[in-house]
């Protein structure tokens, strides 16, 4: 096992006590990154539906596609007997689900009783749960009051266990193997897709000592003007001499992740970028000075927009986000943001993905950090150069 079967117990006994709290009886865990958590269960599966039935009381249940339950004894520390493999025949067909089946077979083991005692928890924010599904549970087991759990698992990763600091601190070697890749690469007259393989490589290759994992995000490579939005990936074109290119990539270690966003310039730098770039780093430099256990999670982002303030500039989207395990398509936990609404407050060993990202007319510019939140302050998990990077000029 990935971790020992006391910290697999701690995070069952942590839901569970989420779940009295939340008023549930039982929990329906589908995103792959919470079955992960909870089982240690890890395969290109998602694809298909799969659940881990979590009562309030007894052994999890983990259903999922025959042919991938008959080997998920491999990763997961679940005995045998709790996991259970659907048929083929449900696997994409227009009027059966595979949840059909499911709800079939915990009703054939005493399971839905017991949890029509009160709220059924389910992952209605889910990439992997469709309302599809959800149908297919509300008709078979119509005894039961399924309600949204609000990513009741999520919340409980947000506080890393030292061995979960260890595997992000492997994942953010990857990270710098990847980056330093990116940066080697990139050049006037490389096709883009070329640079983007290049990470890659250095993505899975790792280093000689921590072999990488596929990352929940493809490498992101805004480019010239592009660079005004972000999210976007590569073509063949080739870069030219006086484009900016943002680089937004992370590293993966046994489904952690480490991401990191730095802005290279193919010649001299623009002044609007140089003066954008100063005010980024300077904001990123306070919020950083500012992480410490106990200070609200709104401060960060208030330190944020008072600094660029002073810049003449804001930023209308978030700071940052939490970060752990990832699988497609993100790599963030969706539960704490770094914003001026939020109201949770920073806790020794929360991680996050810290974003100074700034989307002008026609140019943009990336710098960010993945970080711990200490007991004193701040770990930065990467130690890449916090600048804008130019090559050539």
Known sequence: MLFSQEEYDARLAGVRERLAKQGLSALLVTDPANIYYLTGYNAWSFYTPQVVFVPADGPMLLFARAMDADGAFRTTWLPKECIVGYPERYVHRPHLHPFDWVAFALRERYLVAAAAKGCVGLEMDSHFFSPKAYRSLV?????????????????????????????????????????????????????????????????????????????????????????????????????????????????????????????????????????????????????????????????????????????????????????????????????????????????????????????????????SESIRVTADGVETFTSFPRELIQKGG
């Open 139 to 367: 008709n078979a087991i119509p005894e039961w009051t399924l309600v949204d759990s609000f990513e009741l698992v999520n919340w409980v990763r947000a506080v890393k266990s030292p061995a979960e600091i260890q595997l992000m601190r492997s994942a953010a070697q990857v990270c710098q193997a990847a980056m330093e890749a990116a940066v080697d690469t990139i050049d006037v007259g490389v096709r883009q897709c070329d640079a983007a393989a290049a990470i890659s490589q250095a993505q899975i290759r790792g280093t000689d000592e921590i072999g990488g994992d596929y990352p929940a995000i493809v490498p992101l490579l805004p480019t010239g003007e592009a660079s005004d939005t972000p999210h976007l990936t590569w073509n063949e074109d080739r870069f030219e001499a006086g484009q900016s290119v943002v680089v937004e990539l992370a590293g993966a270690y046994r489904r952690y992740h480490t991401p990191l966003a730095r802005t290279l310039t193919l010649g001299r730098r623009p002044a609007r970028l140089a003066k954008l770039a100063d005010a980024v780093a300077e904001g990123l430099d306070a919020v950083l000075d500012h992480v410490q256990p106990g200070v609200p999670v709104r401060e960060l982002a208030r330190t944020w927009n008072w600094t660029l303030a002073r810049y003449g500039l804001e930023k209308p989207s978030r700071v940052g986000y939490s970060i752990g395990i990832g699988y497609p398509p993100d790599w963030g936990e969706r539960t704490i943001s770094i914003r001026s609404e939020d109201e949770s407050v920073l806790a020794e060993n929360m991680t996050f993905h810290v974003i100074g990202g700034m989307w002008m007319d026609n140019y943009g510019y990336e710098l």
